[in-house]
């Protein structure tokens, strides 16, 4: 069965650079949803989207903003990249919002290193 | 707020031994409340569910967990662990909107 595309898996960039991650829902997932997840950390809530629009905002830094496109895919993009955003960074999706109350389907995350 | 508790950072148990993960939450409404396991490098995978009905839930991969709503708990529980079992343990709770909130995590280590 399709799972959560998240591309790349790994990533390394220089500090005040830009990072863009990508996720791909499951088809017919319309609710997609990030998470960061630090070294030993559990994952923290940044933002999600239903149908496109920002449904949900977390602990997501200024510095970061992110989209659904027409397809549902979804974009984190991220600037000036600080050693401190170094985490492995989760997509997740649903139908309808439910993923609160149906759990959700997550990808295998992108790994972003900052140097 | 909603929180939600996992006592144990890590646990670790023999092959074949019971297991038994806590979580305890924190929550004014009746809770959805999960489990999902993360093997090192991978996304989590829902174990279970629960918002209502039986308080005892099964699973994949052989787990159950029981919510006890006077305790406040939702303790993941397996009869008979495997080696694969060894992978970090999440609770969480859905926190209404569409966030979900996790537990810090408890990583198992199984022995031979």
């Known amino acids: 069965a399709a799972g959560v595309i998240q591309s790349p898996r790994h990533l390394i960039k220089e500090k005040r650079e830009t990072a863009t991650l990508k996720c791909y829902p499951i088809?017919?997932?319309?609710?997609v949803y990030w998470y960061q997840q630090g070294p030993g950390q559990d994952p923290q809530f940044l933002i999600s989207?239903?149908?496109?629009?920002?449904?949900d905002k977390g602990s997501i830094p200024d510095r970061f903003s992110a989209q659904q496109f027409s397809d549902y895919h979804s974009e984190l993009n991220m600037s000036s990249l600080e050693l401190g955003d170094s985490a492995l960074y989760f997509c997740?999706?649903?139908?309808?919002?439910?993923?609160?109350?149906?759990?959700?389907?997550f990808g295998s995350g992108t790994r972003l290193t900052v140097v | 707020a909603q929180s939600v508790t996992q006592p144990d950072i890590h646990i670790t148990v023999s092959e074949g031994a019971s297991l038994e993960l806590r979580c305890n939450y924190s929550?004014?409404?009746?809770?959805?409340l999960f489990w999902y396991v993360q093997s090192p490098g991978q996304g989590l995978q829902l174990l279970l569910k629960?918002?209502?009905?039986?308080?005892l839930v099964q699973g994949i991969k052989g787990f159950e967990a029981e919510f006890k709503r006077s305790q406040s708990s939702f303790n993941l529980r397996k009869p008979s662990v495997h080696w694969s079992d060894a992978a970090e343990y999440f609770c969480?709770?859905?926190?209404?909107?569409?966030?979900?909130?996790f537990g810090a995590g408890t990583r198992l280590f199984v022995k031979a």
């Open positions: 629960y918002f209502s009905g039986d308080t």
């Open positions: 997740a999706s649903s139908q309808m919002g439910q993923g609160t109350e149906g759990g959700y389907t």
């Open positions: 969480a709770v859905g926190a209404g909107g569409f966030k979900t909130i």
């Open positions: 088809p017919r997932h319309d609710t």
């Open positions: 989207f239903y149908e496109k629009m920002q449904s």
């Open positions: 929550y004014g409404a009746t809770p959805y």
